[in-house]
């Protein structure tokens, strides 16, 4: 069973600041995506990353992909309170299936 | 609007009832998922079809019976629930080729809160 370790399971800081949040696997992922999940809400598809080493930006969120494609990271740069939610990283095996991770609960203070 | 609509939103029911969850989405997608979301457990993948057939059961108690009459549409009937079955349950869909490795994004609904009680 592939499993995905996510890290931290809880953030909170202020507004303002930077932070990485870490998606870690024992398993080579084919594709990995990001989700972001508000309170009473669906996860939504931030990005998906392919390629071993690829770097994504989007706005102030800055995804990587491990050279290996075993682990990921998502870096914030200051934080907004509008960043609040919990962060699911998922790794594809094939097709079909898809395995997430606990996620990250980051909490960002005004 | 995320293309993939979920009712209801909140289902109260008791452990004897029989209620249904609808899933419908609008794009174009080929493959569609039930999950199930506890308190500070990882998205558990109850039911994977693909193409109106289903390719993965990750071994569910029969209480729950999915249903998918088209690719557009998913159902999933509850009845003889337990208290441990109230969870937020997701519906998601996803595009997908006969060959390749595209299509394994998944969009989701916004949920069904269930509180079985």
């Known amino acids: 069973t592939q499993l995905l370790e996510q890290s931290p399971q809880f953030l909170s800081i202020q507004e303002g600041e930077n932070l990485t949040v870490y998606c870690n696997s024992s398993?080579?992922?084919?594709?990995l995506q990001w989700y972001r999940q508000e309170p009473g809400e669906g996860p939504v598809l931030l990005v998906t990353?392919?390629?071993?080493?690829e770097v994504k930006k989007l706005k102030r969120l800055t995804f990587q992909f491990g050279d290996a494609r075993k682990d990921s990271s998502l870096h914030i740069t200051a934080a907004q309170p509008g960043d609040t939610g919990l962060y699911l990283c998922a790794g594809s095996y094939n097709n079909n299936d898809m395995r997430f991770g606990a996620g990250t609960r980051l909490t960002v203070k005004p | 609007e995320t293309g993939v609509t979920q009712t209801p939103r909140h289902l109260v029911m008791g452990m004897t009832n029989k209620k249904s969850l609808k899933c419908e989405q609008h794009l174009g997608h080929n493959a569609m998922y039930w999950y199930k979301q506890s308190a500070k457990k990882p998205l558990e993948l109850m039911f994977v079809y693909s193409l109106e057939e289903r390719v993965e059961n990750n071994s569910v108690p029969s209480r729950f019976s999915p249903e998918c009459p088209n690719s557009s549409h998913l159902f999933l009937h509850l009845h003889t629930l337990q208290p441990e079955d109230s969870a937020l349950y997701l519906c998601?869909?996803?595009?997908?080729?006969?060959?390749?490795?595209?299509?394994?994004?998944?969009?989701f609904g916004q949920g069904t809160r269930l509180t079985v009680v």
């Open positions: 990353v392919v390629t071993g080493g």
């Open positions: 398993s080579v992922f084919s594709s």
């Open positions: 998601a869909s996803s595009p997908r080729t006969l060959r390749g490795r595209t299509g394994s994004e998944a969009f």
